[in-house]
């Protein structure tokens, strides 16, 4: 029987997380190193309806129809199929493995859903657009963080830097001189679900105060793609500093990746800041010159592990 697999690559922001769900512009940019693949493949001797899910990474082995009815997995495969006709889906096994790292900013989820739905509408014969995955795996990406901007599905589906800003056409970014940004992982699991409750909360008590952050980091990131697409990345160290400065103040930081931002600065770096929601997870440096010195100062202020990654177009 034929297998119909499908991939998806993990992410980072560079700019405007969380400001981004407020309406203001941010950047995102795949990391084609960290995959979540998936391999949908029909188990003959089994009855329709019959879906074995395995996901190794997080230990699940089970029937679809065992797991509860608001589960990413189940509504992923509901999203291709539509929940009403679950019984009638061929029987089959759902093979789900993922080299990104879960509760990291890194965008497991989105990728891990985006790639169950395009693996899935492969299986059922459904030829689904790459919006069209995009955006079921945004109607996913509901169930784990609440109020998803859609910036983490349109750059994993689309698997290209992408300009996003709510409400406008998805812009993919042109990179004028290809770039390296060192990923370090703080040891620490993020939650994105409970980042971007904490900033919505930080928001209702002081409207004034968020909008003048959420502002700040729109121009930031307005600038930010200026230099990108004119080959200028090296200028993007001392926004990316500014860019932290008010994720700190909107309380999304954490001591871990405040000082792993200060040691990547001491060692050379240009810029450093946290990607994604916050409060544990990744933060990206913009190395310059000093990649291992940098990488070095990273590990050495208690990253779990540090990745290069290539910005390119
Ligand atoms: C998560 O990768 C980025 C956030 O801005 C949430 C979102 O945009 O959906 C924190």
């Not at 405007?16 to 203001?24: K, R």
């Not at 309806?49 to 992923?76: N, T």
């Not at 860019?243 to 810029?271: F, W």
Request: glycine share 12%; with cysteine; aromatic share 6%.
């Amino acid at each position: 029987m034929p297998a119909f697999s499908a991939s998806s690559p993990g992410k980072i922001i560079l700019f405007g997380e969380h400001a981004v769900v407020y309406g203001e512009p941010a950047l995102a940019v795949p990391v084609q190193t960290l995959q979540a693949r998936v391999i949908v493949q029909a188990v003959i001797s089994g009855t329709s309806g019959e879906i074995w899910i395995e996901a190794p990474e997080i230990d699940l082995y089970a029937f679809l129809d065992d797991l509860s009815g608001d589960h990413p997995l189940r509504a992923a495969v509901a999203a291709v199929a539509g929940e009403e006709n679950l019984d009638r889906i061929p029987a089959c096994r759902v093979q789900i493995t993922s080299t990104i790292p879960p509760s990291s900013g890194l965008g497991s989820s989105a990728a891990v859903s985006a790639a169950v739905i395009r693996a899935f509408s492969a299986f059922l014969g459904k030829r689904l657009s790459d919006r069209e995955i995009s955006d079921l795996t945004f109607e996913v990406e509901k169930i784990y963080h609440g109020t998803p901007s859609g910036i983490d599905n349109s750059v994993v589906v689309f698997q290209k830097p992408v300009y996003f800003q709510k409400g406008s056409p998805l812009q993919f970014l042109a990179i004028g001189s290809p770039f390296e940004i060192l990923i370090a992982d703080s040891g620490i699991a993020g939650d994105t679900g409970k980042a971007v409750a904490a900033v919505r909360d930080k928001w209702l008590a002081d409207q004034e105060d968020c909008g003048r952050i959420f502002t700040g980091i729109g121009r930031l990131t307005r600038k930010a793609k200026d230099l990108i697409t004119s080959g200028n990345p090296l200028g993007l160290g001392p926004l990316m500093v500014q860019n932290q400065a008010y994720l700190r103040e909107l309380g999304v930081s954490s001591p871990e990746l405040d000082r792993l931002a200060d040691r990547a600065l001491q060692a050379g770096a240009l810029g450093a800041k946290l990607s994604g929601g916050g409060l544990g997870g990744h933060l990206i440096a913009l190395p310059g010159e000093n990649v291992e010195g940098v990488r070095q100062a990273l590990l050495d202020g208690g990253a779990k592990s540090v990745l290069l990654t290539t910005v390119q177009g």
